[in-house]
């Protein structure tokens, strides 16, 4: 069984639990936009923590009969705007303070967008690499029924993450619906389309990223042929090379989790792309140098998409970074720290909570399809999205100029303001 905490009345133990890096991270930044919109600490106070948390022990038998043990979690921020929504991770630096800095982050993106949903993210610690289907499988079941009572598609909605994809989804919303016993598409999105999945949901995130890059474009002022740096040639990083490939971008730097290439006079992004449906990998491919991930960052260009894992722009490397635009296609990717820097240096950041929230607008999407069973098809789906990108892009960027602010506190401001009213029109109860 789990052990679920609230923020009211919590423990200094529960409290060191979510004060991470991460998560202290978060609060900086809440703060920050705390300061901007005069809130005082009556206000601030209680979006500071999680709402609610739920540590649970997942046991589950592994392929030669032993049993293994591993630890999981469910974080909600914030509910004031609805059920909360976020993603699941598996990973083996998985903690709590992960979770709930994920958590906070999913509420100012829902209320940045704004989508009926609060701020949720759960994870499991564990290497998913170095175990089979069929142990993911019973691992992925046991966790569901473990954090059984705090979710639902009224309650909160999961959706993938970190190693985690439309199967796993599929798993979640299996065990949940055979407990209810009836099917409860909802209660999940990201899934396959065959059990209620929507279109679109695999390229939305990278998709929205390219987009936001291309308005970020414009508001810096960059002209010609911008050129791209990539770091994370996953779904969100190969989809934004894409896009921006097509759209008039020269893409001149990209990499994984191992290594990178770089050709500045630009990279052939559907020959790389054959070619690493080829081979597996990117290593080999022509015409292009073999450059480090740290190399990578620094090369110059215009626009530097970091795709992959969080803290990769940080105060050590800030300093030698030699783009006019970050555009956050991961979550979190620039520490606070590295804000600072950059914003001295004129470096325009496009926040994640607005370039990457394409990922949880679409999976607002296939909430709200699963709930009337009537299904969109991709161009509405995407002529969906692009309209509320473009809409809050617009927003972010003429508060930026009003008020004088980096793009990610006006972002911020924009989110927090919302949740601030919607607290107050609801009251404290009792």
């Not at 009969?65 to 914030?78: L, W």
């Not at 691992?139 to 705090?150: C, F, K, P, V």
């Not at 804000?339 to 607005?354: A, E, N, Q, R």
């Not at 990610?408 to 029109?425: D, F």
């Amino acid at each position: 069984m789990g052990t679920a905490t609230d923020s009211k009345g919590f423990g200094s133990a529960v409290a060191n639990e979510w004060e991470t890096p991460d998560f202290l991270n978060a609060q900086k930044r809440l703060d920050k936009a705390a300061e901007i919109l005069k809130l005082d600490s009556n206000t601030l106070e209680p979006m500071r923590h999680p709402k609610r948390s739920l540590s649970v022990v997942v046991p589950a038998r592994m392929d030669d009969g032993s049993v293994r043990t591993f630890m999981g979690y469910r974080v909600q921020h914030d509910l004031a705007l609805g059920p909360g929504k976020g993603g699941v991770r598996y990973h083996n630096d998985v903690t709590l303070g992960e979770v709930a800095s994920m958590a906070m982050l999913m509420t100012w993106k829902c209320s940045l967008m704004n989508l009926p949903f609060g701020g949720a993210h759960g994870g499991i610690r564990m290497d998913p690499n170095q175990l089979s289907q069929r142990e993911l499988e019973r691992i992925t079941r046991r966790y569901t029924s473990e954090i059984l009572e705090l979710i639902g598609p009224s309650q909160d909605i999961a959706g993938p993450d970190l190693n985690t994809d439309e199967q796993t989804m599929a798993w979640m919303m299996d065990t949940y619906s055979v407990n209810r016993g009836y099917t409860v598409p909802s209660v999940v999105t990201g899934k396959p389309q065959s059990i209620g999945g929507s279109l679109g949901v695999l390229q939305s995130t990278g998709y929205g990223v390219a987009l936001a890059a291309r308005r970020a474009a414009e508001y810096a002022g960059l002209t010609g042929e911008p050129t791209v740096v990539i770091q994370g040639l996953g779904h969100v990083g190969s989809a934004v090379a894409r896009n921006l490939s097509k759209a008039g971008f020269k893409v001149i730097g990209v990499s994984d989790a191992h290594g990178g290439l770089h050709n500045a006079k630009g990279l052939d992004i559907d020959a790389l792309m054959a070619h690493i449906d080829k081979h597996g990998n990117m290593y080999e491919f022509p015409s292009a140098d073999k450059v480090t991930n740290e190399e990578l960052l620094e090369l110059e260009c215009h626009i530097l998409a970091p795709c992959a894992v969080s803290n990769q722009l940080h105060a050590g490397n800030a300093d030698r970074l030699k783009c006019k635009v970050v555009v956050e296609g991961a979550n979190s990717p620039t520490t606070p720290n590295a804000d600072d820097v950059l914003d001295s240096k004129g470096v325009v950041v496009v926040p994640d909570i607005l370039a990457n929230a394409a990922g949880v607008t679409v999976g607002y999407f296939e909430w709200v399809q699963g709930l009337m069973r009537l299904f969109w098809t991709e161009e509405e789906v995407y002529n969906r999205l692009e309209g509320l990108v473009n809409n809050v892009c617009t927003r972010v960027f003429e508060r930026a100029k009003e008020k004088q602010l980096s793009l990610r506190m006006s972002a911020m401001s924009i989110a927090v303001e919302r949740i601030v009213e919607a607290r107050r029109l609801r009251g404290l109860y009792p």
